[in-house]
């Protein structure tokens, strides 16, 4: 039997504490599959309390300071679980690489800014960079992309990327309860990120979808290129409306070639009902990949918390302790395409458009004019009675009017004409406060 594979482990957070109960529990498990065993030898983290989650710390070196232990010779693989695209993590990790050890990490901040200079340093000195748990918790979606579908060209790749959002759409919907209410209780479960901004403002699936972009395409990562929106401004009757319209919303991050560079975005989306996508629901998260030889396919787990998150960090390790290094983005980072962003303006597809429509003859048709005039070609249109009578200010000189909620949904359009005919429906006063609309993928 091999020597044992020393890991030094930085961060004991969740996803740390979940790295440390699987090589407990399943430890001899994988010396068996791996013909070595894997052993924890070293830890850092911020605080240093004796027993976290049950594990004696005592067992292990303990470093103040990542970096002096990515340095250590006493590891040969450095399993960074700090977070953070900057700061500790970055310099840990680049002291490892730099030493020729390998890193496993599940930072996909880190690797969404600096992810091909780092792949560059670990091909440099031939040490692994894994990170499967960086995307989408336990799915092993990244050594598919990168391994097993190596022989297609992808034609887009698309995916509910954070589970946050997705408990968080879920709850809604299935309970009729409040946002802030249910990314309480996501963060209570140890879903969300140490900053939940990152869950909710899309940041975090942005992170994953960058990566994968790479995966698929053969480009250089560029998280610059990636357009955001989060589910933040998602009420409980989108979620409503949308369903009786025969939809589901979800944050989907979406990367397609056009041929004309690559659209990459994360928004909430309106998905079919009945779609397997919009049958992931909870922390569950789901990649599809469209390969050109393997044609569609999908995997769906759970993509948050502690123990599936592990699951993909022992995973990578695994891989080091058989000696499986491969380039970390599938293609040598020098040979990477530069990533070429197209505009979202030019993006095409289907709207769901909602507005508190002024309550009186006429402005339907008016509304319906403006869309005619912008070329956009309506689906179906539901007008809502008014629940409560009120009164709010519209155009100048015509201060206060009774309002409807409007919704329709359209046909696929360009984005340019619909972004200029909501904004020309807001500057003549059809509506109180902006239209908004939510794309549409109909898969
Ligand atoms: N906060 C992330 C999520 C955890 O909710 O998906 C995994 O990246």
């Known amino acids: 039997m091999s020597k044992p594979l020393k890991i030094g482990l930085a961060g004991l957070g969740t996803v740390g504490t979940g790295v440390l109960d699987l090589l407990r529990e399943n430890g001899a498990l994988l010396e068996k599959r791996c013909g070595r065993a894997i052993e924890v030898t070293a830890v850092s983290a911020r605080s ?42 970055k310099a840990a990790v680049e002291a490892a690489l730099a030493a020729g050890r390998h890193v496993v990490t599940a930072n996909k901040a880190l690797l969404a ?20 748990a960086a995307v989408a918790g336990a799915i092993p979606i990244v050594k598919t992309m990168r391994e097993s579908l190596a022989g297609n060209r992808a034609a887009r790749v698309f995916g509910i990327l954070n589970g946050t959002c997705n408990y968080i759409l879920t709850k809604m919907e299935d309970e009729e309860r409040d946002f802030a209410d249910v990314l309480k209780e996501a963060q209570e479960l140890g879903y969300a990120e140490a900053d939940p901004s990152f869950d909710v403002g899309g940041f975090d699936a942005a992170h994953k979808l960058a990566i994968l972009t790479s995966l698929a395409f053969g480009v ?11 589910i933040e401004n998602v009420t409980l009757n989108d979620i409503r409306y949308a369903r009786g319209l025969g939809y589901r919303i979800k944050l989907l991050g979406v990367a397609v070639d056009t ?21 992931v629901n909870g922390v569950f998260n789901a990649v599809a990949v469209r390969g050109d030889f393997a044609g569609d396919i999908m995997l769906s787990g759970r993509g948050a918390g502690a123990h599936p998150t592990a699951s993909s960090v022992v995973g990578d390790i695994a891989d080091i302790a058989r000696g499986v290094i491969v380039p970390p983005l599938g293609v040598p ?63 100048e000189g015509e201060m206060v009017r009774e309002t409807a909620p409007f919704i329709l949904i359209t046909h696929d359009t360009l984005e340019s004409a619909m972004r200029g005919a909501l904004e020309r429906i807001e500057r003549d006063g059809h509506c109180a406060g902006r239209p908004r609309m939510i794309r549409i993928e109909r898969f």
């Open 220 to 230: 250089e990562i560029n998280f610059a290129d990636v357009y955001v929106e989060g």
């Open 113 to 132: 800014h600096h992810g091909v200079e780092l792949a560059r340093m670990a091909e440099k000195s031939g040490a692994a960079l894994n990170f499967e």
């Open 333 to 395: 980072a020098d040979r990477l395409a530069p990533s070429r962003r197209a505009r979202m303006r030019a993006h095409e597809g289907g709207y769901y458009v909602a507005m508190e429509l002024a309550d009186k003859p006429g402005e339907v048709a008016a509304v319906a004019r403006i869309f005619a005039g912008a070329g956009i070609s309506i689906e179906s249109i539901v007008q809502k009675g008014r629940a409560i009578s009120r009164v709010v200010p519209l155009r």
């Open 48 to 89: 240093r309390k004796a027993r976290r989650g049950g594990h004696d710390m005592s067992a292990y070196a303990w470093f103040d300071d990542p970096v002096e232990m990515a340095r250590s010779g006493d590891i040969d693989v450095l399993v960074e679980l700090i977070g953070g695209e900057d700061g500790p993590a």
């Open 259 to 279: 041929g004309d560079g690559v659209e990459q975005r994360v928004h909430p989306t309106l998905v079919p009902l009945g779609s397997p996508i919009a049958e």
